[in-house]
């Protein structure tokens, strides 16, 4: 296989693979790459994760923090230690027990729209005392979490799952679709959601619908990623970093200025048109290609980070 170019390619993450699992995967299908992604999905989850690809591993600090759309399913009437339905049974009532009815589960979902605490699960990657809370996990340690806040921004209720899978097939369960701020646990939702409802609860599939404004409908399969690169076709999923940041505001330079940008010498306001343009981020371009991105403010541009300008499509 091949190398390719700068740029984001969105992918399905099949459920059964972790994200690095992912990430290792491209790393082979493009060797001599730099590969990363800009926020985990959990091993039994599936759906959209942003890859970034070579320059643009230095973009995905500015991708990860955007809001977050998810279909979980809500399994009602069993409590795990994880939130999931890899854990262990911490509590349950028997099946014919475990379903309170459609209007109580839409009003629990009312009741957890907005900003709330949540505590992160104990499978979670947060660092508590120098370890990752899954390390803590495995060693049969619960640690105390640092309650963290976090808003929903929606909860809509898509009915129920007439089959389920798995081991707790016999229960209850609901498809929910969750609007959320970038750190949201659906676990530890769906586990909050299961105790107000006094039934208990845990999510036993999660699926990502979107990332910011990019869509699960965009993304590419692995399988998909395989047959683009063996046939040289790897330009139809890789999006430049300049199209990337789609929700930035983007300022053309002149040659010159590009130049000097590769040299790390910021240009001065009056090189580069900025009425148009708030104060904060920006990404500088010449012909398409991003140059690097800046901060804007108080009539200065401060260079942030500097690209060599390869991903010109």
Known sequence: MTSIGDGVVPVIKPPGMTSHDVVAYARRLWRGTRVGHTGTLDPQASGLLLLCVGQATRLAEY????????????????????????????AQVPPSQAWPGEDAVRRALEHFTGVQEQVPPMASA??????????WARVGRDVERPVRTVEIYRLEYLGRNPKPLGRF????????????????????????????????????FLH???????????AWTLEELQDLTATGRMDAALVPMAKALRDWPLVTVTAGVAARLRHGQAPRPD?????????????LTYEGSLCAVARYGRQQIRLVKVFTGTDKR
């Open 63 to 90: 991708l990860q923090g955007e809001d977050k759309v998810y279909v979980a399913e809500l399994i009602l009437g069993v409590a795990t230690d994880t939130g999931d339905s890899y854990g262990n049974v911490t």
């Open 126 to 135: 947060v660092r508590v005392g120098g370890k990752h809370l899954y390390e």
């Open 208 to 218: 990502r619908e979107r990332a910011g404004s990019w869509r699960a409908q965009e």
């Open 271 to 283: 090189e580069v048109d900025l009425t148009a343009v708030p104060e904060g981020l920006v990404g």
């Open 169 to 204: 097939a016999d229960w209850p369960a609901a498809f929910v679709r969750v609007e959320c701020q970038a750190g949201t646990y659906v676990r530890s939702l769906c586990a909050d959601i299961g105790a107000y409802l006094g039934t208990g609860g845990h999510m036993g």
